[in-house]
């Protein structure tokens, strides 16, 4: 069930909300940061201002109290005044240090502070002069009315000078004062138009939220339709199945019972062929003439290879009626006990086997062997006449994505004369025979058993096209599944 145009439409609608809504709080975000240290920054700077006109107003009435106290002392000359005296040059110093340390924002306002300092030290230096030279009786009228005018003079000028700086920080203060409340008013206007488009994107959010909850009742109420009358045909189909099911399993014991029972029936009537056959050689071969004996040898030959065929058959057939139950089996000690059974055969070709270790899997101890034996056989039956047989079976894990499980590859390899590529699904079919019957013996059938066998332990066999130095055969095979002895069908014999 597919959504509608509507339907795809206010997703469009509340997903482009959402991202509005984002990039109003993002942005939000990006302006208080950039607000909060704006007004940060002006909070330092009319700090810093209020300190150095503070001190500036400090450094003015220190001065004051400097020249007062030599004054004092002049009119009465009482030690404790000098001792006033040294210590409001002191603090005077004092502040001219922390003005020293300021950090002003007046480009010009550095080279004042500079003379400013001059004129002070000059009237600091001045005025302890005056009291140190005070107990000096000569010219003491001229001297003093000298001083008097110095100090005016210096104090004017002093007074000057930081009248012009206090000024200058002052405006300055004013236009921080300024900049900041128009800062705030600038983050109230865009906080209230943020908080006004927040509010009518919202609004138009939980409309459309509204609406998508409606569209996806519907849409939900469609899909347990849809789900009910899959169901239903699901069900009818699986009765289907399971009928067609069991008609192909009945099918199938039918067909294994006839191939079992068409064994048996053939074997006997072959068998008296062969029985009068060996008589007939025995008791009258000497009487035959050459052309007789040629034929009655033939008929044997031909019931020897039909036996072996029924055998082969009856075999085939058999591999899933007569298996057995599924348990793990060391494939080292298979092919070890293989090796041992054909023991004679290897020797008398001077057949070399390489044998890497092998996993253990979950099987059929038996079937394996008869498809390790099997191969092996094979190899030695077709080695290559210029070259000693020589036979390499190994092993590594592999991934089955398919069955989602970790499965063993075997690789069996031989140096014969091999096997060309358009016969590489051939050779696994039942009765397939690559060369003259005359050249090599066989029923055509081992391969077939061999497939059947891996397909029943739910891996596959193949040729490796890719191989020339001989014939390459591949096996994979699970290292677990589900295959129990209750899953293997019997037929009766």
């Known amino acids: ?185 600038l983050i109230q206007i865009a906080m209230i138009l943020l908080t006004l488009i927040s509010v009518l994107l919202m609004l138009l959010a939980i409309y459309a939220l509204h609406v998508l909850r409606d569209r996806a009742e519907q849409f ?62 025995r008791m009258y071969a000497d009487k035959l003439e050459g052309k007789g004996l040629d034929y009655l040898n033939r008929c044997l030959r031909s019931a020897e290879r039909m036996s072996v065929l029924i055998d082969d058959l009856l075999a085939f057939s058999r591999v899933s009626t007569r298996g057995n139950t599924f348990k793990p089996v060391p494939l080292q000690d298979v092919v070890d006990d293989v090796l041992d059974t054909l023991d004679e055969l290897i020797a008398e070709t001077g057949t070399r086997v390489l044998c890497s270790p092998l996993p253990t899997v979950d099987g059929d101890a038996s079937q394996l062997s008869h498809v390790f034996q099997n191969l092996i056989t094979n190899s030695i039956k077709f080695r290559h006449p210029d070259r000693s047989p020589e036979i390499s079976i190994s092993a590594w894990d592999i991934y089955d994505e398919d069955s989602e499980q970790l499965h063993t590859a075997i690789l069996f390899a031989d140096n014969g004369i091999g096997i060309a590529e358009e016969f590489a699904q051939q050779i696994f079919t039942m009765f397939q025979r690559l060369h003259a019957r005359d050249e090599y013996e066989g029923s055509g059938i081992g391969l077939a058993i061999c497939r059947r066998i891996i397909e029943r332990h739910a891996g596959n066999i193949r040729l490796d096209t890719e191989y020339n130095d001989g014939a390459r055969f591949i096996i994979e095979l699970p290292y677990q599944h589900a295959i129990t002895q209750e899953d293997i069908p019997h037929v009766s014999e």
């Open 220 to 281: 939900v109420l469609g899909i347990e339709t849809l789900n009910a009358n899959l169901e239903a045909k699901v069900n009818e189909r699986t009765e289907q199945l399971e009928h067609y099911s069991n008609e192909l399993q009945r099918s199938n014991r039918e067909l294994q019972n006839f191939a079992f029972a068409a064994s048996h029936d053939l074997q006997e009537p072959l068998r008296k062929i062969r029985a009068f056959g060996d008589r007939l050689e």
């Open 1 to 185: 069930m597919e959504i509608d145009t509507k339907t795809s439409r206010y997703l469009r609608v509340f997903a482009v909300v959402g991202a509005l809504l984002l990039i109003c709080l993002l942005m939000t975000g990006i302006f208080g940061f950039s607000a909060v240290s704006t007004l940060s920054n002006n909070h330092k700077s009319v700090q810093n201002t209020l300190s150095i006109i503070a001190s500036l107003r400090s450094l003015n009435v220190e001065v004051l109290e400097a020249y007062k106290e030599k004054q004092v002392y002049l009119l009465n000359k009482q030690p404790e005044h000098v001792n006033a005296f040294y210590r409001a040059i002191e603090a005077v110093r004092s502040t001219l240090r922390v003005l020293d340390v300021s950090e002003t924002e007046i480009p010009k306002q550095q080279l004042q502070f500079t003379q400013l300092r001059q004129e002070v030290e000059k009237a600091l230096d001045f005025f302890e002069l005056a009291v140190i030279t005070e107990n000096n009786k000569r010219g003491k009228t001229s001297i003093g009315t000298l001083r008097k005018q110095s100090d005016d003079q210096i104090l004017e000028r002093i007074a000057k000078l930081i009248a012009v700086m206090e000024d200058a920080e002052t405006d300055l203060l004013l236009q921080r004062t300024q900049e900041a409340e128009e800062t705030k008013r």
